[in-house]
């Protein structure tokens, strides 16, 4: 079974405007012609539609890093699935650990908001990983299970087929601790098992897991060298073109 690797950029609250449009079009020079993966980047929600834009006809998709489960209405500050393909989103981030433990968000809210992606035609990259203390404590499996089994709730087999699943361990988020590739395959394995039991062999064996946390263009060929680490999720090494193409070239 091979799965085709993503390897997409959580711009977060990073860029101007300016810098977003640069950054774009850097990279959709760079990358042209690179077809043995997927690439896509997440701007902040503002910037989506002009890096769309940018990007408009390239190998490069676009993506969200969150949204609102709500068609449409009296949600002030939100912004709805329909919205976000209307300016050309193909992705969204959804229940990032910066989400789940800044902003309070629930795996209930995350598996709305998975609901509301999939019945869009959005691809989500549902993020799920344990904090310090839970590794440390050695409960990591657990945690992990139940952000799954809450993000996922009610998704069909058909449709947990196009989903993204990120596995981001909190500790490793931004502090240059990057989880060991054999740390990261083990629970990518994990949560492989994980799918299986809630589906089956087969939908195991086709749903992509991201490694995110501290991925850059020094480390990211040996974690993507593992069999089930099906590309990463890049915060700061994705801001800029030289190491985030370095990244896609390590595939
Ligand atoms: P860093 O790559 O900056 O550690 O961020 C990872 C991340 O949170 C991607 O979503």
Redesign the pocket.
């Known amino acids: 079974m091979t799965r085709r690797l993503l390897i997409a950029g959580?711009w977060?609250m990073n860029l101007s405007l300016t810098a977003s449009i640069e950054l774009a079009e850097g990279l959709k020079k760079v990358a042209a012609g690179i077809n043995n993966l997927d690439i896509a980047v997440c701007p902040p929600s503002i910037y989506v539609q002009p890096v769309a834009a940018v990007l408009k006809g390239s190998n490069i998709g676009v993506g969200a890093q969150n949204v609102y489960f709500e068609q449409e209405g009296a949600f002030t500050g939100e912004i709805s699935v329909g919205m976000l393909k209307d300016v050309g989103c193909q992705y969204v981030?959804l229940g990032?650990?910066?989400r789940r433990h800044i902003l309070g968000e629930s795996s209930e809210l995350v598996n709305l908001k998975t609901h509301a992606a999939l019945a869009a035609g959005l691809i989500p990259i549902v993020?799920v990983g344990e904090l310090l203390k839970e590794r440390e404590t050695g409960t990591t499996e657990q945690v992990i299970q139940r952000q799954i089994d809450g993000s996922f709730s009610g998704v069909s087999a058909e449709d947990i087929r196009k989903c993204v699943i990120?596995y981001?361990p909190v500790w490793?988020?931004?502090?240059g601790k990057v989880a060991t590739p054999d740390q990261a395959e083990d629970v990518h394995v994990a949560i492989r098992k994980m799918i299986e039991k809630n589906y089956n062999k087969e939908v195991a064996e086709i749903v992509r897991i991201q490694y995110?946390?501290?991925?850059n263009d020094k480390n990211a060929k040996e974690i993507l060298a593992k069999p089930n680490v099906d590309g990463a999720?890049?915060?700061?090494?994705?801001l800029k073109v030289d190491p985030f193409l370095g990244i896609i070239k390590s595939v």
């Open positions: 959580n977060k981030i990032h650990s910066e993020c990120a981001e490793a988020i931004g502090t995110g946390g501290s991925v999720l890049v915060g700061g090494a994705s």
